[in-house]
């Protein structure tokens, strides 16, 4: 009775497999781990049936127990000359990162050294360089890690900052498998119930009620996915980084700020308004928050079409940023034009700048208080970026502001991180919806409705047609990897 169930989610299993048994034949594979070029240490990873064979011909037949430190020489396997002195592991499959037998040498970081072990490897039969990503392929294809835990190990090594480190290994640790998974499985449940119920509908043997358990099940989960995927985009957010833009009238000191938060010249900086057309991007790493600063063109009204185009960017660029910062001038008496203000709203923060250019006369109190005023901002900051008066201080009180803007949901365990997961999360729900609006005796119909929730959570595990997504994935990763 779960004939076109169970054929269908095989199906696309099977499919996988073979796809990658045809592009990567089934060899021992190898490759240095760690990064090329002089070290103390370097880690060479060897993949396939023929690992333990190779190691005991190079290291004259002494390991012997598993996931055991030996010290050894390493041989060349057919003339016996000695390489290097290294440490040995061996992991019998399928007890391995990638599920087949494998070995790992730690060998003298040395240029000469790590070719001559290089080229051992590749002077045996059946033995190849890896390809980029291709252990963690294998170690996929060995259900050894789920799509969710590769993205994760992708992101954990591409990891910049202390909270995406956080995130990633907590995905690359199965904080979105698990609950993918049983989700999914609930979902089979309901979808196993409902093809009963088609088939021996009729049948006493069914009993009465079942389907409207799983219409509570069904209704259960529906509330578990609306809530998961109301999260304001925390993790895709804190994954990608967090974009911050400064805009502001023009010569206000935008890429002087810029420059200083990135230590280094990054942008532009005259005292000729107009002077930055692009969006210049610098990224920072704020208490461990991943972000993005952007600086862009000083908005004001103009004919020169080069200048029209930056400001549209800078526009643009305003409306898709998570924080938005406007950079006034306390020389110019901290005015703000109607261009300015147009992007502006009361989440904008606001930094009055060139402090130290502040007429006799005029009281920076009042100036705060008048620009509290005309925008509604939650926080305005003087500083002088020509002098870094005031910088550190906001800094800091920046730090304070992504706390308070990010710390509880990254709390949460489940989070989603790629706009990938959202999607296959909100075809799931659309499904889910349906399924709970069909009238009961359009059943048949209903069964497609929860195979189609739960080929859409299949899709973020990688159960079920991933081939695309891997391709891209396996981009990101190195070779030794
Ligand atoms: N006195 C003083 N001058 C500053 C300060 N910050 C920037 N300036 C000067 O102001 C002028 C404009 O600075 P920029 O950083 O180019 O200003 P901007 O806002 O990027 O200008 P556009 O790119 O033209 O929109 C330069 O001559 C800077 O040296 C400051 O804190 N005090
Ligand atoms: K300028
Ligand atoms: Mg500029």
Redesign the pocket.
Known sequence: MFRSLALACTRSIQTRKLHHNVITRPQTIYALSTSPGKAGVAVVRISGNSAKEAIQKMTLGNITEPRKAYFKRIRHPNSGLVLDRALVLWFPGPHSFTGEDSVELQIHGGNAVVKSVLDALRDLKDFRMAEQGEFARRAFDNDKLDLTELEGLADLLNAETEVQRQLALRQAEGGLRVPYETWREKLIKCMATTEAVIDFGEDENIEEGVMDQVVLDVTELRGLIAEHLDDSHVGEIVRNGIQVAIV????????????RLAKREA??????????RDVVEVKLNLGGYPVIVC????LRESTDLIEMEGIKRAKTRVRSSDIKIC?L?L?KGAIIDPIVKEVIDNETYVIL?????LKNGNSIQDLISKVQDETGAKKVWT?????GQGVDKFLNQMIDILKAKFDSSIGNPVLITQARHREHLEDCLKALDTFLLMPDEDIVLSAEELRQAANALGRITGRVDVEDVLDVLFGQFCIGK
């Open positions: 502001g009238p023009p010569n206000a000191g935008k890429s002087t700020l810029l420059n942008a532009i900086v005259s005292d000729i308004p107009g002077t930055t600086d862009t063109a000083g950079l001038s020389d700048n060139k402090e130290d250019a500083m002088s970026c020509k002098t």
